[in-house]
Nanobody
């Protein structure tokens, strides 16, 4: 059974920084793409950033230049460094992984971690 465990959310002032982590646990799987999505109250879940196993990143326009996604393949872990945070970044952030397990590809989600940007 594959699980994604997130950490690193919290409350930060505008202009501050946070770092999110997400580790995939279990065995017998191969991860292709990992990433982060977020959902603010009353809004749909949206892409923040993704990164492939080869290290190619993709960012939403709203976070380009402020957020950096990275991953440690040996640890099956993805990170999201968030700088220059704005109140509009407030949301529940969800880790996502596209991985191959039990002879098929599946999408997995973490439980979510709250990020609140407020003075």
């Amino acid at each position: 059974q594959v699980q994604l465990v997130e950490s690193g959310g919290g409350l930060v002032q505008p202009g501050g920084s946070l770092r999110l982590s997400c580790a995939a646990s279990g065995s017998g799987f191969r991860i292709h793409r990992m990433g982060w999505y977020r959902q603010a109250p009353g809004k749909q879940r949206e892409l923040v950033a993704t990164i492939t196993s080869g290290g190619s990143p993709n960012y939403a326009d709203s976070v380009k230049g402020r957020f950096t996604i990275s991953r440690d393949n040996a640890k099956n872990t993805v990170y999201l460094q968030m700088n220059s945070l704005k109140p509009e970044d407030t949301a529940v952030y969800y880790c996502n992984a596209l991985l191959y397990s039990d002879a098929e590809w599946n999408n997995y989600w973490g439980q979510g971690t709250q990020v609140t940007v407020s003075s």
